[in-house]
């Protein structure tokens, strides 16, 4: 289970923190990401961390977060953090927490997406 927190209105210009916490789960987390959907629009990747495999250490932005947000996580806490500064209107959305672990010999890796939490930047 992923558990976000940290929405909420802020003016253009303002800064948030997102939390999200994983529970429940039998193997490692591999990616933890964030993800947004704004009305009427796709859902769309916003940042990811990876933290296994040959990819471990990755850290990816969409273009038109890159310089403004931060992702962070605390592996031994299954929590992932997005710091959001310099935020204007068209970061507007629902922002989903996103884990996949790692899977093993005998399943896939398992994919969880948080509840969403809304993000609203207006003056």
């Known amino acids: 289970q992923l558990q976000a927190s940290g929405g909420g209105l802020v003016q253009p210009g303002g800064s948030l923190r997102l939390t999200c916490a994983a529970s429940?789960?039998?193997?490692?987390?591999?990616?933890m990401a964030w993800y947004r959907q704004a009305p009427g629009k796709q859902r769309e990747l916003v940042a990811e961390t990876v933290s296994s495999g040959t990819l471990s250490g990755t850290v990816n932005y969409a273009d038109s977060v890159k310089g403004r947000f931060t992702i962070s996580r605390d592996n031994a806490k299954d929590t992932v953090y997005l710091q959001m500064n310099s935020l204007k209107a068209e970061d507007t959305a629902v922002y989903y927490c996103?884990?996949?672990?790692?899977?093993?010999?005998?399943?896939?890796?398992?994919?969880?997406w948080g509840q969403g939490t809304q993000v609203t930047v207006s003056s």
């Open positions: 429940g789960g039998d193997l490692p987390i591999n990616i």
């Open positions: 996103y884990a996949e672990d790692t899977g093993n010999y005998y399943r896939s890796p398992r994919i969880s």
